[in-house]
């Protein structure tokens, strides 16, 4: 084979790549916008008015996930399977802004945090790699931590739309999720990064259950966590 | 003999003398659009500047009124920049120009929000960048210019805008005002949801504001938060008594500016 | 219009415009293969045995010119022709290659700097921002400076190929050249940088031209140039 | 299950992959030892007495070689053979690193371009991604590259050392290697960098020509290059 | 003793040394296991139900210390102790966590500034360097900057558990540490920048006095000190 | 003068000015310690006790300006004079802060804003470049703003040591100072940055302010500000 | 003076630096086109015809320099004296372009070095700082070091020109020049930088008259320097 | 009460004075170790200056000799460290020591190729950092310090010896010395290879200066290139002459000087 025949063939394999890197990103587009999409509608929890319908505003973003998982499933057979690691950082980016979408519908559903397992049934993927397209541990702990940082926000704008009580369970949670996390011996890597973050939100949530308790406000609505929910 | 009389004659330097010409009015032009740009830049954040004055003084008609003056000057720049450009491709100069429409962009927003309390459209702005100039030879019927503001200029400048009305919210409630706190909080958010649709898939530079905005929102958030857990130690008309109580001496020490 | 409704019709704009630069880029990308490939025929010319058939390169490389002008043909429909800037950086790279093989492929084939007027007919693009999709003056230089450097590498292959008299001839050139840009009023910009590199050339050439004139290689040449050419 | 259940679970997933990384980063270590050893032996050709026993340094350094598949063997048997991609950045520097002493040793045995089949024989892994811990296309381009490098070194070198007639052969060499490289449309990444990095060498080598011809230095070696090899 | 001796010679050296790092990583590693689990014990006392019982909380972490002398012990063993400082950035974050853990033990217990003695003591070290292996002074200081900032999320906290005291007295030892630490005439260098985030832990324990005061809740607990605690 | 000569004319000069700089460094290191006392005297204002004793805490710190006046005179003698600018950015940090420190010991003895020729006599420097070693205005606006932050604290600080007054007079005094900074059109450099951060001030005041009035306690002392200074 | 009347008087300090640096620029930008002028002119000697009329070329050249003294005398005009080094950067490249140029012009006329003082009479500058606008004493040197830079150039040409005596006289010169500064003990700057270059004018200009040497060249003109000059 | 002597009698003020001592001892003798270490940087560099005149001048015993005392007072400041650091852990105050520390591994490293056309070991280097000193109890024997180089200045040091051998090999190709630039090839070439094999094992510091020494070496073997290529021009003992005879001139210059 001379060397140009060779290199011939090379570039066969380097475009094939090509393509399959094309393809993906055209598809994970598709998933971003869905996603935006889906952030707008959650996002509007945080107007004063938004508190009243937080039930209807996950609907709609339920039904949004339908389309995600039409284009999850598109995204699978874009290359093959055991080269998920290949490409991974192509969707990494998106998945992670899913896992966080998905967290949020959760946690204003039922004020639980979501499972992996959870997660990835709602993006119609699996949780274990061997089984095919999967959630990676990191990607959903990302998520988890986006969304940590929205309820920080969230328990600012409760106090302002008059919802005295819901900062209090937000800070019962999140010191929750704090603990888990210090279960975990994280590299020194973006995630690692993103959970020094957490620190702050913790701070942020705790000051703002100190403005209520010491004017007295906390305690009036401690009473009454059953009715309001 | 060829060599020497080669730098007068040669064909290569003639060719070369036409491109200095050439790029020399080029450059010249873009330095011109540039010293236009650099004075809509600095009259429009003057603009801005004074308008910030809103939340101190009580004649708000008056600093609106001034305001728009100044806008009507801005705008008679940017008929200039129009001129520049007349049968040229815009985004040739795009560069030159771009930081000062963008930040009449920001300075027109902001006066618009102040009078209407909404968010000025695309359309709006361009409507009034329509300049009617004589024409050279002077019997004919004087031309019709116009400007089109591109899209990402707008989009740029409406997040410059973000940044004010956070201060302006800031200033607000230093000074007492209790409402408008919360239009902006509300106002801020729809403009921030807004390029969270928007997201990545326009220009770069609109990413890369996106922050600064999230900062901007979290800010008058905390702003509205705060009057909200303040306001919860007194009625509502009490605390405007306070506050109005102490506007007197701070509108004194204005006048006095 | 609400804000919402606002940004969903600047949104508008803005995918527009993503999808054009996705039609430019790929045409691009066809004109760069091109490109390579007219590059690799002239590249030849370089070796020892490249020297005899200058002729027949040109000829080769004039042909797959024609693939060139289908490409730009096409690549004019791609956007409003009024809006040539706004999309300039995504073809600019090609075209100042394309404008640097066209100047090279005339300058083996006369020894004569191609005018931007040949360089537009060979491309099938206008001279004339007014007339249609055109050649920038700063491209057309751009190109004329990478053949520079491309020339002071002729020089010291035509004297390993032993041809002593072309050095000669591509230093008159190239200072002729050199006169020429030091007429213009560059701004610090890449073409700037660009021109800063031709100093090196120049440099390069006057070494090999010295090297030809101490061992006395210079001179017998110069006697005969009117024959070679 | 708990918040904490949940989060230990992770935790262990999160060990095992850190697990996998260090055995890697040992063995990786160990290869790197000893390319570094491969690498020495060869250098020693640059020495102006090292022209004379090439053959027997190629030797030493085929003898070395045995250890490395040692270690690839190992190597392989440290994470799931799906999941090269994942842990791919790990190995990828000593992969390329390799591939370049195996295209070097082979180079100087036959003045050879060294295929991918080969190098990957020579390292005991695969070149199919399918069967196995394979060398990716791209890694071994690198390799070649690293080694276009030295040889302009070598071309060099060789004139120090007397030996006028190597540079010659480099230079044909390498020039078909710029040819084949010229058929690739790379990415703009780590890879495309290095090709940018050939024009050099390719300029430097034909510098080496060059002064040997202006010195009518390579006529004569140029007739009796069968003698000499 | 050739060129080439004299650098295997020298290589047996760095080995040695990173053999010696790559101990003291592991042995640093557990330590910071443990010191997480310290820390999670400790975080409790911000929940509203910690102030409860934080002597229990610190008799169990005083029982984890246990596990850090172990640990600090194995430590020792890895290195010639004269040459602490060669090692000293390995293990000095973690130092610094463990004096901020014992610090806040100790402060929680008494509310008291723990002396540098009793950190020693605590983690079974040396509080001269002549020695052993002991708590460098910058060290010691960092981790009581740490508890600093520690001490003013706990000064919002009290005030959410509705102790009102608690403030006034953190706010007073942290005053008094800030003067200490104005007599020291920091370099520009990590200890100082931490102490310049002493300012606003100052100032933010300042503000909760403040809020306490103007509602005349500082005044009534101010009274009975002595009982509290 | 010879070559020679002449080079070692030149060296003269250059050694001078690395002497100059060496000269300047080790008295800005004394100025700085002095800066450091002074802060220490006047920071126990913040003190519930310090509010008592605010004019013999100012009486101290005059007599360490007297130190500061010393070492400004021998900086004075360490370059040429008409250099200033030529060694500005050694000094300019501690003159910023010894800008704050006379700033505030005039506003805590006067409640009023200090001049910069107060500021430079106080200092023993020129207000006008032509005299002499000044005061850049960039440095002094600088220190203005450093003092403005302070007496945000101060005011909070005030309502704990039970002084209701003083945060109305520091209210109407930061507002005076922040239409003053309005008029000027600063550059987007440092100085722009530290205004930024005035607004924040002039919101903690104000809310200060606001505390006391809805409690009316602002009032009752408004009357009688002139007894208590 | 009242707060507000204050900074209105400040405001005006800060935009007179404004204006003033606005106003420097663009006599800096006139400057750089008369020194490219006078390039232009000087640039011509490296031509084979150049050799014949250095002098005439002197003289255009000297001329242009009339209207490069009317803009530095402009240039003074445009801020106080004693602020020289506040806007030092603005000039400092066009400046050591004209001590290029001024020390170029000396050379070709006499064969000797510019002493500073000849550089700031061609210029119409000071040499001593105090006396007013002065040429820097580094701006001095990094002209020299560009001169020295294009004296190995001219070297080469003027072999080429059939002038083998020159290159002789060339090395003699940059040989003391070279001697000159090895007497400095030059910072780690792009002073240093720019010395560290003119080893290699040194190296190239000895092979040139290496190669006159061996071939007898140099010899035979060496007797009539004083003829030619 | 409390408060007010609070900042006199505390604990925590008593503390703070101790920690002040301490710091402030150690960071005094921080800073004379970095004065005492930056002159020997100085002195080192003069010394490596001065080498550099052995490619210019005829008297290569003298300027050796000149250099030798100048290292004699290097060593003697080297003599001062070891005194600082007396029972003190060295690596403690490493940073302050360690720009000074290589630049003499550099000079002395230097000197010795020049003078024996080999590499120093790292134990020659210790072998003369041996000081006696007169104890402060004057009637006790004097006694004797040392000071041990740690390997990685060594080796640093070494890296930047390159440098300097390919300045030297530049200068000698400059003057007309033949045999220099083949042997510093050789010598620089073993060095690399050295490296190479050292390779990222060793601190990080190395591997950062591996890419400088890999062009000082190609820049020395495109000198014996151009040597040799230009050599085959002309037989090698007609080379010398023509250089011999350029040599002289060049000497009277230096005399000047
Ligand atoms: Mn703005
Ligand atoms: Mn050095």
Known sequence: MSVTEMFSYIQGFLSADQDIREDIRKVVQVLEQTAREILTVLQSVHQPTGFKDIPSKCTKARELFCTVRKHTGELKTKFPAEQYYRYHELWRFVLQRLAFLAAFVVYLESEALVTREEVAQILAIEVDREKGFHLDVEDYLAGVLIMASELSRLAVNSVTAGDYGRPLRISNFINELDSGFRLLNLKNDPLRKRYDGLKYDVKKIEEVVYDLSIRGLAKEQEQEPGEEK | ?257
């Open chain 2, 1 to 257: 003999k060829i060599e020497d009389s080669g730098s007068h004659n040669s064909p290569i330097i003639a060719a070369f003398r036409v491109f200095q010409q050439e790029l020399d009015s080029r450059y010249d032009k873009y330095e011109r659009l540039v010293k236009i740009s650099r004075d809509i830049t600095i009259e429009s954040k003057r603009t801005i500047f004074l308008l910030h004055r809103v939340t101190s003084v009580p004649d708000v008609e008056g600093i609106l009124k001034e305001a728009e003056v100044k806008l009507d000057g801005v705008r008679q720049k940017i008929g200039l920049i129009a001129e520049e450009l007349r049968g040229e491709d815009l985004y040739q100069f795009h560069r030159a120009i771009t930081p000062g429409i963008q930040e009449y962009v920001e300075a027109v927003s902001f006066h618009h929000f102040i009078k209407h309390r909404s968010l000025i459209s695309l359309e709006e702005i361009n409507a009034r960048l329509v300049f009617i100039r004589d024409s050279k030879g002077s019997d004919e019927s004087p031309s019709v210019l116009t400007f089109q503001i591109p899209a990402s200029d707008f989009l740029l400048g409406i997040a410059d805008l973000t940044g004010e009305l956070m201060r302006m919210c800031i200033s607000s409630v230093g000074n007492g005002d209790m409402d408008t706190p919360f239009q902006l909080s509300g106002f801020l958010r729809e403009i921030h949801d807004g390029f969270a649709l928007i997201g990545n898939t326009g220009p770069y530079e609109v990413s890369k504001k996106l922050h600064t905005l999230r900062q901007s929102l979290g800010k008058v958030e905390d702003a509205c938060y705060t009057l909200r857990v303040r306001g919860s130690e007194i009625p509502t008309h009490m605390l405007a008594d306070v506050f109005s109580s102490r506007a007197v001496p701070l509108d004194a020490d204005d006048n006095m500016a």
